[in-house]
Each structure stands twice: as C-alpha cells, then as structure tokens.
C-alpha cells in the first residue's frame, strides 16, 4: 500500500458499547465546550479554499517535487482528515461548503450552466453575521454570486471577487462600489485585501472565506515561482502548474502571518479544503474507464489514485481537509471519514453558534467535532451521495439542460456511494463495482464476490439516495427569474437580470454551452420563466455578441410581443412591456433574416423598470 495513503486505514471495527459510550462522552464533551464557548469572546474564521488542487499536489501528502511549506506547516499544526470528499467539480462542492447540503438537493449538478443554487438556501456567512460576526469574501465568485444577487445580499458583509473566469493577472474585480480592472496577480490582490481585513480592529468576531482561483487553468504564474521547477527539469506545463501552486502558497503565508503578527492566530480557526481533484492537459485524454496516463499526471498522482476532475473515482473527490485551532484542537492525523457538507455544521459547531437561530434547509453535513476532539473516536457519517458533471458519466443533457428532470434514468449517470471504507459504483448502462478503499484506494479490485451483502445493502441505498433527490424536485432544474426592479445596489448588474443559459426549453439550432448561442433561423428560440416581485413597466435589455447579425429577434412576454428599440452587437434594447404580479414566460424568438444569419451569443437579460418610483424597487 502507498506510503502516502497510510493514515486512510481505520481503526479496526469497536465494540458496539464502546463506541455508544464514546459517542455520549463525546456529546457531553462538547455540551460543556458550548457552555464555556457562550462566556468566551467566539473565535475569528478564515476558511481557504483552493481550486482544482487534487490530492497529491501537496508536500505533506507526499509530493517531494510541488513546494507548499506554508501548507506543509499549516498541516502540521492541524488535524488533518484525508479520508475526506468533496465534489467532481468547483460549484458543486462550493455549494456543499456553504450550505453544509448535498449539491444536488441545493440545485447544483455541474459548473454553469448547471450552477443553479436555489434560492431558498441559506449560505455559510449568514449564519456567522446572525452571531454578530463581521464577514468577508475574497476571491473566486462560484456560488457566492448567484443569479441576480450579490455576495452582500446573501451575508457577506464585504466581497471582492473577479469579474469572471480565471484571469490570474490583471482581474477585473468586482466590489460593491462597481467593477475595476487591476494591475497585478490575482492572487496577491486577493491576499491583500484579506491581510487588511485581519489586520483591521473590529469590534468583535470575524469570519472570512479567501477562494483562490489556483491551480485552476490556465496556468499562469509568476516566472519566479515556475523557474525553479523549469531547472529541475520539469515540462513547460508542470513547471507552471507547480509555480502557480507555490504561489499560492506563499500567499497562504502571508495569511497566516498576519494572523500571527496581530495576536489572532490562537483565537482564530483556520480550515483549508480544495474544491476538487487535479485536472490538466492529459486529463483531456482520459481512457473509457477513467484511467489518466502521461508523464506530468503520475508526478502529481502520488497516491495512484484512478480518474480526475469532473469524475467520481477517488481523483476527482478525494481532497485533504485541514482544521487548525491551537489549544482547542490537537494536530496530527483524522482517519475518521469526512465530507465537503461537513465543513459548515463543523466550523458553527466549534464556534458556538446554534444554527437553529438562522432559517436554513436542513444540513446533509454533520459536524466533525467528535473527529477533532478525539482522533481515535469511532465517528460514524452518513455516505456521501456523489454523481459525475462530464464526459459519459454525466447526467444526458443533449441541448445543455434538462427539460424534464423526473423523465432521469437511475442507469444513465455514473452515480457512486461513498463510506469510509467502501464505496459502490453505479455505472451507467446499469453496471457496477465495489471498492474497499481500505487496501485498494486506486479503485482497481472490484470486491462485489467477497462482500455480496455490502454491495447489496450499498446498491439498494444508491438507489434509494437517487430516488429521494428526484422526489424533491430540486435537483436538475433551471432558475426561475426574478423581476423585482432595480435593488438600488451597485455595481447596477445587481439589478434584476437572468442568465441567458437559465432556460427552460429550447428549440431549433440554439444550443446552451457558456452562452444561448444560435438564432439564426425562424423558429430557434429559448424560453425562459418569470416570477414577477415588483409589478409595472419594464424594458428588456438582450447582451452578448454579435446580436446585429442574428435572424431578427423578438420577445414574447405573458402573451405581449416586444420589439426591438435598438440593436448593437453586444445589445438589443427593446421597448417597455407591463409585467404583472405572477409567474410567467419569456420567449426569445428568430424569425425570418434577409441577409444570411450569424450566430449569436445571449448571455443576459436584463429587465430596467421604465419608471423605478412606480415600480417600488427601491423599497426592495
């Protein structure tokens, strides 16, 4: 068995008794720590968060070529937990950490388009601001901007982000004063404003989530972390995967040196978790059976895990969770079995707080404080309930959505269920496996023939896990807009506005990739659906590209047909329509061009009340 993999293997198996009695100390443990957390001043938060960053891209899981010394040393005075998962991919394990829920029941079952975080989820930092905490978010915006609110509508109480994608220099960043492009690396800008706000007296306790937007592609770095790498005779490609890591690190650094030069860093909890497994070029050439080969992924795959990103094999879920409090929390290893919608119901756990005091939808996580307090505590969780985001494991989205999630197959996806030791593989086409990852972590014996009852037992919870999420009707479903006027709040893209890949049913050519692209014909259209908050006059505002050389738009809204007022390449405007107090539809619709049509990409659409003090949006 790998080196590397030694602290997975779990205690042999407890008497029952022992584990019971240890469970109830364990409970009364923690009753008294809530007792004398309600008299002490509550801990500051800094949860770090990196992005794609697999398992083996660590030097304290192994890796002797990535150079992390801030991580390696944040490790060793942590509780580190390695038996623990995450998600295929960054916006269904973001969704899981802020809501402490399984992704799927909170709306998200891919990246975007598929990115749809309900509305009615309460994220992380509200539940830190109810307690009187001063709240920050920097970095990637993936489920903390969603739709048509802002970070600061949903708890944060100051946000500075990138303006999309992955611009690792040189960032447009969005703050509540508006979008700005920066000179500089991303990470360093981020790091900066983070440090401030450590650094900065507040008047009680504080919480701060830094998302990071490293090692995410492209790999892009400061040349002075991705020579050392290039001397060592690594590819062009490692060399900038490795220096971008190490710049990260060095950031980490700064963090923590803030903590400690300010006198927080024993009164602050610092947790670290990447959002996924590695990804990179020979990940793209990944074989039928999730088997990754080439020179770069084996010097990162340290541990011989199987699969990457976007997958449900061990490399695309499996991650290092770090927990670090000194004096509370002892460091070393946790081989206690954890996952990403564990970190919420956890870090409130620790920091005293009753997450009854704020309305949420029930946790999937549970707290692993009987883990950090006793490393050698028998701690039973539920299985995590995972599903593949790509290539033939995805849910089958033929147009980029899913008209009619109830009509799913339970044999279509690649569905797993994931204990702490075994793990059950649902394939699609109605076949399946189970791992003991106990001696087989690269998920390469199926054991089905010697545990026959684990695999029934673990075949039929699969299933049942499956049914429960269609039952709910959360899951697989596009957002419906919200038109509610303007919110009064910059920068003015705060204002109602609906994503142009949100909708519900398509016809024709238009496809939805990171954009509705088509409508080049009579008849492509995409149809979207409205609930109407503030009633009175609105104009729609179509953005994206090249919208002056599609077949000629129009819209058809609650039975009104609006035409265009003018139309640029990145914008139609089009005239003012009476929105009612109800649910309705809106159809963009091509029809007939006289020159030959080019497709457009629609990436907005934005509803501006034609008269804001009639339409009460300012009250909002």
């Not at 404003?193 to 007296?201: G, P, S, Y």
Request: hydrophobic content about 40%; overall charge neutral.
């Amino acid at each position: 068995m790998n080196c590397t993999l030694a602290p997975f293997r779990l205690a042999a198996c407890h008497v029952r008794v022992v584990l019971v009695l240890g469970f109830v100390t364990t409970l009364v443990a923690s009753a008294s720590s809530r007792a004398s957390a309600a008299a002490e001043p509550r801990p500051n938060v800094l949860l770090i968060i990196s992005d794609d960053q697999g398992f083996g891209d660590f030097g304290f899981n192994g890796n002797g070529l990535v150079r992390t010394p801030n991580l390696d040393r944040l490790a060793g005075e942590s509780a580190v937990f390695r038996n623990f998962v995450v998600a295929a991919a960054c916006s269904p394990t973001r969704s899981a950490i802020y809501t402490g829920r399984d992704h799927l029941l909170a709306g998200v079952w891919g990246v975007p388009p598929r990115a749809n975080l309900r509305r009615d989820e309460t994220l992380m930092p509200a539940f830190f601001k109810s307690a009187g905490y001063r709240t920050l978010h920097v970095g990637k915006e993936d489920c903390v901007k969603i739709h048509e609110s802002m970070p600061w509508q949903r708890g944060w109480d100051e946000s500075i982000g990138g303006g999309g994608g992955y611009a690792h220099r040189d960032p447009v960043i969005t703050q509540k004063s508006g979008y700005a492009p920066v000179k500089g690396w991303t990470a360093d800008i981020w790091t900066e404003h983070a440090t401030e706000f450590i650094r900065a007296k507040h008047d009680g306790p504080w919480f701060a989530s830094v998302a990071y937007i490293i090692p995410h592609m492209p790999w892009v770095c400061d040349e002075k972390y991705s020579a050392p790498f290039l001397a060592q005779g690594c590819s062009a490609d490692l060399a900038a995967c490795y220096g971008s890591i190490a710049q990260m690190d060095a950031c980490i650094g700064r963090l923590l040196d803030a903590l400690h030069t300010t006198g927080q860093d024993r009164n602050t909890i610092v947790a670290f978790v990447s959002d996924n497994g590695q990804t990179g070029p020979e990940a793209e050439h990944a074989d039928a059976d999730g088997y990754v080969r080439g020179g770069d992924w084996a010097k990162r795959n340290v541990a011989g895990l199987r699969g990457s990103k976007a997958t449900v094999w061990e490399n695309g879920i499996r991650v290092p969770f770090l927990v670090r409090w000194p004096g509370p929390i002892k460091s070393g290893p946790r081989s206690q079995f954890g996952c990403a919608e564990d970190i919420l119901p956890t870090l409130l756990d620790l920091a005293g707080i009753d997450a009854a005091a704020q309305p949420h939808q029930p946790f999937t996580g549970v707290s692993l404080r009987p883990a950090l307090n006793d490393a050698n505590l028998t701690f039973e969780r539920p299985d995590a309930f995972r599903i593949a985001i790509a290539r033939a494991g995805a849910p089958r989205a033929p147009l980029g959505i899913i008209p009619d999630p109830g009509a799913l197959k339970f044999e279509d996806p690649h569905l797993v269920l994931r204990g702490p030791r075994f793990k059950y593989h649902a394939l699609p086409d109605g076949k399946c496996a189970l791992y003991d990852l106990d001696s087989d972590p690269g998920e390469s014996a199926d054991v089905q023939a010697k545990y026959p009852e684990v695999a029934a037992k673990m075949a039929a919870a699969t299933r049942e896990r499956w049914d429960a999420v269609i039952a709910s009707g959360r899951a697989f479903r596009m957002p419906t807009a919200l038109v509610r006027g303007d919110t009064g709040e910059a920068p003015p893209n705060s204002r109602s506005r609906l994503t142009a890949t949100a909708a519900q049913s398509l016809a024709g050519s238009v496809r939805i990739g990171r954009e509705a692209v088509g409508f080049v014909k009579p008849g492509d259209s995409a149809s979207y659906a409205l609930e109407v908050v503030v009633p009175g006059s609105y104009e729609i505002v179509l953005q994206g590209e090249g919208l002056d050389a599609c077949a000629p738009l129009t819209l058809d809204v609650g039975g009104q047909t609006v035409l265009p007022k003018r139309i640029s390449k990145d914008a139609i405007v089009f005239g003012t329509c009476e929105l009612l107090k109800t649910t309705t539809a809106l159809r963009v619709q091509a029809g007939k061009s006289k020159t030959r049509a080019k497709p457009a990409k629609l990436r907005w659409i934005v509803f501006i009340p034609a008269a804001p003090e009639r339409a009460g949006g300012k009250s909002l």
